[in-house]
């Protein structure tokens, strides 16, 4: 696999970079974004699930770069709401949504619903692709509750009213490390790092 000692990341999210960036440096691996990532026209995603979305962008993505490309497809799933938000996560309220607007839509959604019925669910799968073709997938999961109000000033997206019970916290009231030991994204990650260790080149 060439280039394994770094991956270039198609997305100009910077909570998700910075998140990547810190679990890779202990593996002594660096994440770059993808140049010239917000110039490519942008891949549709209309995948039916997180995974195929994390695929298709990957894939789609590896054209541009020489080396090995890594796209995520994440969010959040709500069993009262039928699995919503899900993959429109990112734009549960249109598409200029903020996350301020999504968040207030999901509250909106879920106001006839009691704490106890709340329970949801932080999805995600990454893709890794070199030149059109998939490496690995690699998925991972975190399930809590939503709260009613925001609670924490870290993280990004729904994590202020995603109340994680093994910790007593919400993901926003966790530092970057504890979230990401924890984390949908950390757990798949974690799984595309040891990929890494196991397939690289000898």
């Known amino acids: 696999m060439a280039n394994q000692k770094l991956l270039y990341l198609a997305s100009s999210n910077k909570g998700k970079l910075q998140e990547y960036r810190g679990a890779a440096a202990a593996c002594d691996i660096e994440i770059q974004v993808l140049p010239g990532f917000d110039r490519f026209p942008p891949c549709e995603e ?5 995974e195929e979305n994390a695929r298709k962008k990957a894939v789609y993505y590896s054209q541009f770069a020489t080396g090995v490309v890594f796209a995520d497809d994440s969010g959040i799933s709500v069993e009262a709401l039928g699995g919503a938000p899900g993959v429109i996560s990112a734009r549960f309220a249109g598409p200029d949504a903020t996350e301020a607007d999504n968040n207030a839509k999901l509250l ?5 619903y009691p704490g106890d019925s709340r329970s949801a669910q932080y999805i995600c799968w990454i893709a890794l692709a070199q030149s059109q073709r ?13 709260e009613d109000c925001p609670r924490g000033s870290g993280g990004f997206g729904y994590d202020p009213y995603f109340f994680y019970p ?3 916290k919400t993901f926003a009231e966790l530092t970057p490390d504890e979230k990401f030991q924890v984390s949908h994204r950390g757990k798949a990650f974690r799984k595309l790092l040891d990929f890494l260790a196991r397939h690289g080149p000898e």
């Not at 209309?46 to 997180?50: I, L, N, V, Y």
């Not at 909106?108 to 006839?112: G, I, S, T």
């Not at 998925?139 to 939503?146: K, L, P």
């Open 46 to 50: 209309d995948g039916a699930t997180f």
């Open 166 to 168: 093994p910790l007593g």
């Open 108 to 112: 909106r959604e879920l106001a006839r």
């Open 134 to 146: 998939v490496l690995g997938m690699f998925g991972g999961s975190a399930s809590g509750f939503i």
